[in-house]
């Protein structure tokens, strides 16, 4: 059975960074996509930052330039730096690893972000 992992999301104040982590124990990570969502307290999950099964990482728009998605395929683990936190990126984030199209889709239990002003 594919567990999936994240850590690393706290309380911190407006202006800081976090490093949220994301491992998964699957086999050959290195050709899974990975996707790092947010869902809001009354709001739809959102996708943050998602790194394909092939090609280059992509970020929500308004996103860009203050999280960074990167991996380490050999430790089955995933990343996502949150620099320059607001407020309204308060959320729980969530780690997806998929592959084939999303028939294999796995998501972890999340990781509760807090931003106080």
């Known amino acids: 059975q594919v567990q999936v992992v994240e850590s690393g999301g706290g309380l911190v104040q407006a202006g800081g960074s976090l490093r949220l982590r994301c491992t998964a124990s699957?086999?050959?990570?290195?050709?899974?996509?990975i996707g790092w969502y947010r869902q809001a307290p009354g709001k739809q999950r959102e996708l943050v930052a998602l790194?394909?099964?092939?090609?280059?990482?992509d970020y929500a728009f308004s996103l860009e330039g203050r999280f960074t998605l990167s991996r380490d395929n050999a430790k089955n683990t995933a990343y996502l730096q949150v620099d320059s936190l607001k407020p309204e990126d308060t959320a729980v984030y969530y780690c997806?690893?998929?592959?084939?199209?999303?028939?294999?889709?796995?998501w972890g239990q999340g990781t509760q972000v807090t931003v106080s002003s």
């Open positions: 699957i086999t050959f990570f290195s050709v899974y996509e």
């Open positions: 790194s394909p099964e092939t090609g280059s990482t």
């Open positions: 997806n690893v998929a592959r084939s199209r999303r028939a294999y889709s796995y």
